[in-house]
């Protein structure tokens, strides 16, 4: 074996940048180490349709090595990354067991994306959990489905109205979506499946500090998005700052003062902030980092002083450069290229040049706004490019092919094929009814079982 194709390259991640940057590396004269804490990839854009009941976790989670079966140059190790040594050249990576294990590297590109944020009130995640992971979303989907159920239970109508309330924190993508799903499954999809409450009474709020949202948007797609919003019964506030949550509501502070929303479902996807062995190889390497802990790299992806490390991603800092799929997916491939294009004797390339595909986020069923190189859509022509985009980038066929046939269930029809909730989610949810039932006020204290 020459010495070119000892190379080691490691990547540490494998989201898009990740996934993208080994495969780029298929032909080069390396050896590819791909690390990841779990076996599969996920496809983000569409993990809150999972949350929500339109798709299943297999139809956006897809195991890692089904994407490098044929890659002979790669291998990938499952393993939570946990130190890097600079100077060793080595990566320090639990194994499920948790037992440690190390991987040498002569060339490392992190990947490591993201997690939640809640800016520095890390108490809140226990009541207003984020959607990140598949974990995520099944957890998320039990907690938005049993407040249906619990509802019906509840004698107290104060009580019912607690649990058909849904509050969603934070009118970026992610939240917006949430709340078109939630709006669709209380007034389309349970209508007439209850008899006791009217699930298209649920209320359901979109909250944020901004002024408009989807502030990464034009301010005509922000409208657009908002009013569709109002139309299908989301009660939008913003200029409203949420400082703190607990088993029943949050409390907000607004232009006015101070407000309590009481409800028992809350979700949090106001912010995110880099994974934090992006701010361990930083303080390592003396790079810098922006405010959301993400490091500030060369215009080529490497560290100061580091050409052998590169970082790409969600954890990359260049330029205000947005934490999106397409920098993900550019960034890696432009790493892995550059790699490969090392390895063959190739003169250094230009630095790395991201394009702008644009912005697009789906409101409702029929309804999505996108930001295109100036042309903007709103409505079915919005949503029809919606669909098409997130269906043409989803990895496998057999994912489309499944998604089609969900999509045609949730959006032509009423369905929603998973909405099935696991006896250990439930108990999960129990527990934290009890602990709500001894934070509420004794007048509004919340029964204890079913009614007569």
């Known amino acids: 074996m020459t010495e070119q194709a000892q190379h080691r390259v490691v990547i540490v991640g494998a989201g898009f940048g990740g996934r993208y940057a080994a495969r780029a590396l298929r032909k080069a004269g390396a050896r590819v180490t791909v690390l990841n804490g779990t076996n599969h990839h996920v496809f983000e854009p569409l993990i809150y349709q999972v949350a929500t009941g339109v798709l299943s976790p297999g139809e956006v989670a897809t195991p890692v090595r089904e994407f490098f079966r044929g890659q002979r140059n790669t291998e990938v190790l499952l393993g939570w990354v946990t130190d890097i040594d600079v100077e060793g050249r080595t990566v320090t990576a639990a194994a499920p067991d948790g037992v440690p294990y190390q991987v040498p590297y002569d060339t ?14 890390d108490r809140f995640a226990e009541h207003a959990p984020g959607l990140k992971s598949i974990d995520d979303a099944v957890e998320l989907r039990a907690r ?48 007439g499946e209850y008899r006791r409450i009217d699930p298209a009474k649920a209320r359901i709020v979109l909250v944020d500090a901004v002024d408009r949202v989807l502030p ?38 607004t232009g006015t003062g101070t407000d309590r929303l009481t409800a028992m479902t809350k979700i949090w996807s106001a912010g995110v902030s880099a994974a934090p062995l992006a701010r361990r190889l930083a303080e390592a390497t003396g790079a810098g980092t922006d405010r959301a802990g993400r490091i500030k790299v060369e215009p080529d992806l ?16 260049l330029g205000g450069l947005p934490g999106v799929a397409q920098v993900s997916i550019q ?11 090392r390895l063959a004797g190739k003169p250094a390339g230009k630095p790395f040049h991201y394009f702008d595909k644009g912005n697009i986020a789906t ?35 057999r994912n489309r092919a499944s998604a089609l046939v969900r ?33 509420a006020p004794a007048a509004e204290a919340v029964p204890a079982g079913p009614p007569a």
């Not at 997690?115 to 009130?121: A, E, I, L, P, V």
């Not at 490497?302 to 800092?317: K, N």
């Open 108 to 121: 490392l590109i992190l990947a490591a994306g993201t997690t939640g944020s809640y800016f520095g009130n």
């Open 144 to 191: 938005i489905m049993n407040a249906f159920e619990m509802a019906e239970l509840e004698t107290d109508p104060a009580a019912a109205e607690r649990w058909l309330t849904f509050v969603i924190v934070g009118a970026g993508p992610t939240g917006v979506e949430l709340a078109g799903q939630i709006a669709e499954i209380a007034h389309r999809t349970l209508p």
């Open 216 to 253: 990464t948007f034009s301010p005509e797609s922000s409208a657009a998005a908002a009013k569709r919003l109002r139309k299908i019964g989301v009660e939008v506030r913003l200029g409203a700052r949420v400082v703190d949550v607990d088993a029943t509501g949050v409390e907000l502070v």
């Open 302 to 317: 490497t560290l100061p002083g580091h050409p052998e490390i590169f970082v790409v991603g969600d954890v990359m800092s």
């Open 331 to 341: 960034g890696g491939t432009y790493a892995g290229r550059t790699i490969r294009d």
């Open 363 to 397: 409101v409702s069923r029929f309804s999505a706004v996108a930001d295109l190189r100036g042309l903007r859509l709103s409505g079915l022509a919005g949503w029809l490019l919606w669909l098409g985009v997130h269906w043409a980038y989803l990895p496998k066929g």
């Open 407 to 439: 999509w045609a269930t949730a959006f032509l029809g009423r369905s929603r094929p998973e909405r099935a909730v696991t006896s250990q989610q439930i108990r999960a949810r129990t527990a934290l009814r009890q602990t709500a039932a001894a934070e």
